[in-house]
């Protein structure tokens, strides 16, 4: 699986001065307008032939004894010339059948690889003698606030409908349709419908920076995207397995700047931290004295610089396993406690 990373001033009167000058901005404005437009145009091009419509028909309950057949509908990113692609779980939830459009307009049938609630991430692939166009995968923590961000999908239908905005914020909570936590999500304001779900977010550079993922209803300008960061370790690891057994301290958090003065008087060697909003009651965290409000900055003798990395570490053979966490409190203490993961449950 290719992961590649997926890479003039006029002199005269006064009056000719002042023209010149309204000249000289009237032009600068169309310049800068223009360099916009052209690297949105430029990542359009780089990914939209990559950009695929999901079309699904599903088996819902609608009592104890009928079942009913819909469709629905979403958005996904070829990740893989041999036909492997992602999509949000939520969009293929209870499907019974999955249809690929692709941007040539051909139509496939595709299979479910392995899929993951937690981060709403599948993985699909697709059998077709063509050699697929693929996207390339930028690096989400590289990212920062206000930078360009452009969205390509299919909402209500709609194939390959371009929006463009900017990077809002970063380390977000949502909380998904199952009642999960998801963690460390990309805050945007470029405008996401249904149908967009599954589809890029990508840079002015033509890298994907994300996997959109949800739109707060009746709001303006806040809609979601799972990091490509995220996704990238996803898909890894249900490629090799097909599933993600996650080991659970029970606690929600976000990642945190440390105080200058913080790293200094304890000597880090990290800028970062994770600050804990939540500990479930009963859960291994709550038992082994993690608090809201502290900020994880190890875990099992390893750094922690975002939420990310505690994904990674809470790996299946982790559960049952006694592991050393290294906390802040209140900026003023540094200490450690054990904790043993216990079973992410379903």
């Known amino acids: 699986m290719d992961n590649r990373d997926f890479e003039i001033a006029f002199s005269g009167d006064q009056g000719s001065q002042r023209e010149s000058s309204t000249r000289s901005s009237f032009t600068s ?42 469709e629905a509908s979403g958005s996904g990113l070829i990740i893989a010339p041999d036909g492997y692609l992602v999509t949000n779980s939520h969009v293929v939830e209870k499907a019974v059948s999955i249809d690929v459009s692709l941007s040539d307009g051909s ?27 693929i996207a390339t995968l930028g690096d989400s923590d590289r990212l920062q606030v206000g930078q360009v961000a452009i969205a390509i999908g299919n909402p209500y239908g709609f194939e390959n409908t371009v929006t463009a905005g900017v990077i809002s914020a970063l380390g977000r909570s949502l909380r998904s349709r199952t009642g999960r936590l998801i963690e460390n999500i990309i805050q945007t304001d470029a405008a996401l419908n249904p149908g967009n779900s599954g589809g890029p977010l990508v840079d002015s550079n033509g890298r994907v920076i994300g996997i959109n993922t949800a739109i707060i209803q009746y ?4 809609c979601f995207a799972i990091p490509i960061n995220t996704m990238r370790w996803v898909v890894t690891i249900l490629l090799k397995e097909g599933k993600i057994t996650r080991g659970f301290l029970g606690i929600s958090g976000q990642t945190v700047p440390l105080p200058a003065r913080v790293i200094r008087y304890f000597n880090l060697h990290q800028e970062t931290g994770v600050h804990i909003m939540n ?15 502290d900020v994880i900055i190890s875990l099992g ?18 559960i049952g396993k006694k592991l050393d ?15 043993t993961p216990g079973t992410s449950p379903d």
């Open 279 to 293: 500990v479930v009651q009963g859960s291994s965290a709550d038992k082994a004295g993690m608090k809201e409000g």
């Open 325 to 339: 966490v290294t906390l802040l409190r209140g900026w003023t203490q540094k200490f450690e406690l054990y904790v």
């Open 107 to 133: 139509s496939v049938r595709a299979d479910i690889i392995g899929q993951d609630k937690a981060t709403d991430i599948a993985l699909l692939r697709i059998l077709s003698e063509t050699n697929l166009p």
């Open 219 to 222: 709001a303006q300008g806040i």
């Open 29 to 70: 404005d169309g310049q800068a307008l223009d360099s916009y437009s052209r690297a949105v145009v430029g990542a359009v091009k780089e990914v939209g032939p990559s950009v695929v419509h999901v079309h699904v028909k599903q088996n819902i309950t609608v009592s104890r004894r009928s079942q009913e057949e819909r």
């Open 301 to 318: 003798e390893q750094k922690i610089n975002n939420v990310d990395e505690i994904h990674k570490l809470l790996t299946g053979d982790k």
